[in-house]
């Protein structure tokens, strides 16, 4: 069964500092793999989605994650965080192009200090 | 204009009682979707629906019954309910499955005193 997982339910980073998320995965078949955004009493909000081709992906808001095959990860990354960038993240793996549904990782929770 | 929009946003009820959520998108999808996050912040799939069709029922008890009147419309209703059932339901939508994104209503956060 397909399974995610975040290491660090939370992460806290200086405003300015490198942000790093991170998500494996275990899946029986090449995933499709996907980075959210949680903001406070809000919905989720897609970052970026690897699906195939080029393993960097680039996102919104100046994040990207890189697809690595052999270490089973997508971990997000942003140069330079940003206070507008505290909220949940999730990392979520679809199995095929016939999956409906997402299984989500139990998300990490981004802390930016002034 | 909101793609995916869920009411109420919130619903405060009393056990045993019968609720329903109600789902619109209007970004012409064929697939919808009902999403349960717990108070762990933990999301899981409960019921999928492609062209009005069920396609996914995640082992959901069968007092959530949700109901498609057509693809732009993901109703979801509960009878019965249970202290357990307090949580905050995300309708979502996509064109078709797999490697396409998921659009996610703003949730509804339900409540059972």
């Known amino acids: 069964a397909q399974s995610v997982t975040q290491l660090g339910s939370h992460v806290s980073v200086s405003e300015g500092a490198l942000v790093l998320l991170r998500c494996n995965y275990s899946?029986?078949?090449?995933?499709?793999l996907f980075w959210y955004v949680q903001y406070p009493n809000q919905g989720l909000q897609l970052l970026l989605k690897?699906?195939?081709?080029?393993?960097l992906v680039k996102g919104i808001n100046g994040f990207e994650a890189e697809f690595k095959k052999s270490e089973t990860s997508f971990h997000l990354t942003k140069p330079s965080a940003h206070m507008s960038d505290a909220a949940e993240y999730f990392c979520?793996?679809?199995?095929?192009?016939?999956?409906?549904?997402?299984?989500f990782g139990s998300g990490t929770r981004l802390l930016v200090r002034p | 204009d909101t793609a995916v929009s869920q009411t109420p946003k919130y619903l405060v009820t009393q056990m045993g009682n019968d609720k329903s959520i109600k789902c619109e998108q209007n970004?012409?999808?064929?697939?919808m979707y009902w999403y349960k996050q717990d108070s762990k912040k933990f999301l899981k799939i409960m019921f999928s629906?492609?062209?009005?069709?069920?396609?996914i029922n995640e082992t959901v008890p069968n007092r959530f019954s949700p109901k498609s009147p057509d693809k732009a419309h993901l109703n979801l209703h509960i009878n019965s309910l249970e202290l357990g059932d307090s949580a905050v339901y995300f309708c979502?939508?996509?064109?078709?499955?797999?490697?396409?994104?998921?659009?996610f209503g703003q949730g509804t956060r339900l409540t059972v005193v």
């Open positions: 979502a939508s996509s064109q078709g499955a797999g490697n396409t994104e998921a659009f």
């Open positions: 690897y699906t195939t081709g080029a393993t």
């Open positions: 899946s029986s078949v090449p995933p499709y």
């Open positions: 970004l012409g999808h064929d697939t």
């Open positions: 629906y492609n062209n009005k069709e069920l396609i």
């Open positions: 979520a793996v679809s199995d095929g192009d016939s999956s409906y549904k997402l299984i």
